[in-house]
């Protein structure tokens, strides 16, 4: 019995572990041509981050947030939507195109001050494609 306690112990340990590294990772985000291009640092309060380490926004409760308090879309099903039902950003596994290597991204710069925020719109009906606006400009709209 000691024995059984103990190696459940030891899998509960790895477990945590795993996830504990697993959640520690930035999560890319990806453009229409499969560019990453931003990514969300898990770690840093779900902060989402341009590929040369400007802090644009952060998600809160499946919305995407600018840190100017301007409400930028939401976060659901592995992308980010627009205000008009557009793919703004995606994760890779959302993405129907072929992902590019990623390049090395820049140091993060320091956060700015979260502004108060904008009441948001209602959700638009998602549409099947991207939107006409870039990933990083979309999320550069939360500076």
């Known amino acids: 019995m000691k024995g059984l306690i103990l190696g459940a112990v030891a899998t509960l340990t790895v477990l945590v572990s795993v996830v504990d590294r697993c959640c520690a990772e930035d999560v890319s985000l990806y453009d229409g041509g499969g560019e990453a291009v ?24 499946g919305s995407v947030w600018g840190f100017n308090g301007k409400h930028l879309g939401w976060f659901d099903g592995g992308v980010i939507w627009d205000h008009e039902g ?52 979309f999320l550069a709209l939360g500076q």
């Open 38 to 61: 931003a990514y969300i640092a898990v770690d840093d309060e779900l902060t989402v981050y341009l590929w040369g380490g400007q802090p644009v926004a952060y998600l809160d409760d």
């Open 86 to 137: 557009n793919g703004a950003c995606a994760l890779k596994g959302a993405l129907t195109v072929i992902p590019r290597i990623e390049s090395l991204k820049s140091l993060k710069s320091l956060k700015p001050l979260k502004s108060l925020k904008e009441l948001p719109p209602l959700q638009a009906l998602h549409t099947n494609h991207f939107s006409a606006t870039p990933c990083s400009i």
